[in-house]
Nanobody, 123 residues
Framework: EVVESGGGLVQAGGSLRLSCAAS????????LGWFRQAPGKEREFIGA????????SNVDSIKGRFIISRDNAKNAVVLQMNSLTPEDTAVYYC??????????????????WGQGTQVTVYS
């Protein structure tokens, strides 16, 4: 099971920090990824963190504004989002990869999904 937290309402230019918490067993054996889905749009890959701590990101989507990191003390993967714009408004999802080292964007490679957390950016 994975659970997202940290969403909310933020003004354009601001920052938000999302957290994806997993059970100890899940976290210690899994890569975790972040996706988002805006109304009327397909789910979009943001990035992921592997078991070894390496990470990847969808450069085109986030343009270097988002940082993914692994917090081993909290069994969580953190998505730090900076310089937010209204185009970042979406439901943000965390998901567990089937492989501990897969950090790509193919949704079929992820088997457990969180319920999502809403991020709304206003101008």
């Amino acid at each position: 099971e994975v659970v997202e937290s940290g969403g909310g309402l933020v003004q354009a230019g601001g920052s938000l920090r999302l957290s994806c918490a997993a059970s100890g067993r899940t976290f210690s054996n899994s890569a975790l990824g972040w996706f988002r889905q805006a109304p009327g749009k397909e789910r979009e890959f943001i990035g992921a963190s592997s078991l070894s701590g390496s990470s990847t990101s969808n450069v085109d989507s986030i343009k270097g504004r988002f940082i993914i990191s692994r917090d081993n003390a909290k069994n969580a993967v953190v998505l730090q989002m900076n310089s937010l714009t209204p185009e970042d408004t979406a439901v943000y999802y965390c998901a567990r990869s089937r492989s501990p080292y897969y950090i790509g964007g193919d949704t079929s490679e992820y088997d457990y999904w969180g319920q999502g957390t809403q991020v709304t950016v206003y101008s």
